[in-house]
């Protein structure tokens, strides 16, 4: 069975998280208005060498002047190999960022180093120890080999994120549309994601003139288990809002198995069928989980 993590913050909506660039005061002053999840403050790949400063000084003020609406505060840090990532961590919390992004995360030990400085920011700024999440971005072969630890390095860690582009070069080869390339990255990435109780977010969908071939991209990594996926323009927005939101059948099929089930359990029996369907305890938490996320998308109108 895989492991539940009790963190509220580990389990809140994040369907959507959106990149934008630090550094750019016309995109960052109002994106809550497209209404994403998780909005991601990017001072790595976004902004150039020369720029780092200036971004960082861009993002400390967003942090601290801008109501972003409940909308969750994603800050993509620069490469542990770069001079920047510590000063981009004290800005980040001096700021009050919920959540910094480890790029190009490849070990346990590039999580803790991270967790290590974050605790000394969080200290020096008069912040709550504790209370700025990590989240890993896995972007090599050797990272996706090492994910299982790294989802286990930090208590801070909620989750761990695919980049597909630097994962596909690692790997000699490149993005299709078919995506055939990344299914082992993924899927290894979920089964270590849920047996360490983090989520899981799919890479970038690039060709904003393909909207149907998004979908089905969304689709089909909803289907292996992801909790949602990274993208670059609002128009993806709806597309992963409504195929990561329970449908209405999905969340009457959930209510009608968590009340018969509870309702065999008493009566002592163990497996039994729903409208045709064989079922046993083994889908209780299934069920549960699909109304716990239409009560996260204001979506659930039940009593459950």
């Known amino acids: 069975m895989a492991v539940i993590n009790t963190n509220p913050n580990f389990k809140r909506l994040r369907r959507s998280m959106m990149f934008l660039n630090a550094q750019k005061p016309s995109l960052i002053k109002d994106p809550y208005v497209y209404k994403p999840d998780s909005i991601m403050l990017d001072l790595e790949d976004a902004v150039a060498e020369n720029q780092k400063d200036a971004a960082r000084y861009s ?49 346990a030990q590039d999580v803790k180093l991270v967790e290590e400085a974050i605790t000394a920011a969080e200290k020096e700024f008069h912040k709550e120890v504790g209370s700025t999440l990590i989240m ?14 790294i989802c286990q390095a930090s208590d801070r860690l909620f989750g761990v994120a695919l980049s597909g ?14 995506g055939v390339e990344l299914v082992g990255a993924r899927q290894q990435m979920v089964i270590a994601a849920r047996a360490t109780g983090r989520m899981c977010f799919d890479t970038v969908y ?7 071939g998004f979908r ?18 609002p128009r993806q927005i709806p597309v992963c809002h409504e195929v990561f939101t329970p449908s209405e059948k999905q969340i009457r099929w959930a209510e009608a198995v968590v009340r018969e089930i ?4 008493a009566m002592g029996i163990g497996v039994f069928t729903l409208n ?7 889908f209780y938490d299934g069920a549960k989980r699909t109304i716990a996320l239409a009560k996260a ?6 009593d459950l």
């Not at 996706?144 to 630890?149: A, E, G, M, P, W």
């Not at 089905?216 to 323009?233: L, P, Q």
Request: charged letters at 30%.
């Open 206 to 212: 690039t060709d904003l003139d393909d909207m149907e």
């Open 136 to 149: 890993a971005a896995i972007e090599s072969t050797k990272g996706i080999l090492n994910v299982y630890d």
């Open 276 to 282: 045709g369907k064989m079922l046993d305890v083994a």
């Open 165 to 178: 582009g630097d994962y596909t070069r690692d790997l000699q080869t490149s993005i299709s549309k078919t």
């Open 216 to 233: 089905k991209d969304v689709e089909m990594i909803k289907t292996m288990g992801f909790d949602g996926k990274s993208i670059i323009n």
């Open 59 to 107: 993002l400390f003020h967003a942090l601290k002047e801008i109501d972003y609406h409940g909308c969750e505060r994603v800050v993509r840090i620069n490469g542990l190999e770069t001079p920047h990532w510590k000063e981009d961590i004290r800005v980040c919390v001096a700021g009050g960022a919920d959540t910094i992004r480890i790029s190009k995360t490849e070990s």
């Open 297 to 302: 998308a204001g979506v659930y109108k039940g």
């Open 262 to 265: 509870d309702t065999k359990k």
